[in-house]
T-cell receptor, first 114, second 114 residues
Framework: EAGVTQFPSHSVIEKGQTVTLRCDPI?????LYWYRRVMGKEIKFLLH????????ESGMPNNRFLAERTGGTYSTLKVQPAELEDSGVYFC????????????FGDGTRLSIL | AQSVTQLGSHVSVSEGALVLLRCNYS??????LFWYVQYPNQGLQLLLK??????LVKGINGFEAEFKKSETSFHLTKPSAHMSDAAEYFC????????????FGKGTLLTVNP
């Protein structure tokens, strides 16, 4: 089965610009999570979708971040406008429904804000 | 709130030596515990998981971990290190009440010396 796929793998933009990250989960996985790792820090939760609905967005840093999950399939995470502190690696993970199912991670998008 | 502490941001062992990576967690409800590994320029790969069944959990690549409730620990071990084990290792905790979102430790970078 195909794994979790993230696009792009790297993105370098200037402060104030807009960037959109995309995640394609494993087919059939209802749960989709976004995480971020800022350099030198731990990986932190951003938000969680169940199908197309946002279940928990308590980790979103501020309203410059907007996540969507179209039709319960792929998800996008848009940062507008980007700030220097948004630099880091953004991971997407998916899991099937059920108790304690492990999450499967993509390779991440490395975002650099100049 | 959940938390994870990984003791030692960097562990160095010789090839063939025992690998021991420490993880202590805090959770107010029965936890699900995971170890993930990240090889350079790759995403997070699940090594093993504890989901309230057997306390000694065997994972891929010869790794295992033991859940000790009294010590709130979930240490990762491998009897004999191989050069290919060099990577960053993350311990993570989740629970039903948090919709299974993962809380990660800061990670431990394992170096294997020839």
């Amino acid at each position: 089965e195909a794994g979790v796929t993230q696009f792009p793998s790297h993105s370098v933009i200037e402060k104030g610009q807009t960037v959109t990250l995309r995640c394609d989960p494993i087919s059939g996985h209802d749960n989709l999570y976004w995480y971020r790792r800022v350099m030198g820090k731990e990986i932190k939760f951003l938000l969680h979708f169940v199908k197309e609905s946002k279940q928990d967005e308590s980790g979103m840093p501020n309203n410059r971040f907007l996540a969507e999950r179209t039709g319960g399939t792929y998800s996008t995470l848009k940062v507008q406008p980007a700030e220097l502190e948004d630099s880091g690696v953004y991971f997407c993970a998916s899991s099937p429904s059920g108790t304690g199912q492990p999450q499967h991670f993509g390779d991440g998008t490395r975002l650099s804000i100049l | 709130a959940q938390s994870v502490t990984q003791l030692g941001s960097h562990v160095s062992v010789s090839e063939g030596a025992l690998v021991l990576l420490r993880c202590n967690y805090s959770s107010s409800v029965p936890p699900y515990l995971f170890w993930y590994v990240q090889y350079p320029n790759q995403g997070l790969q699940l090594l093993l998981k504890y989901t309230s069944a057997a306390t000694l959990v065997k994972g891929i690549n010869g790794f295992e971990a033991e859940f000790k409730k009294s010590e709130t620990s979930f240490h990762l071990t491998k009897p004999s290190a191989h050069m290919s084990d060099a990577a960053e290792y993350f311990c993570a905790v989740s629970d039903r009440g948090s919709n299974y979102k993962l809380t990660f430790g800061k990670g431990t970078l394992l170096t294997v010396n020839p």
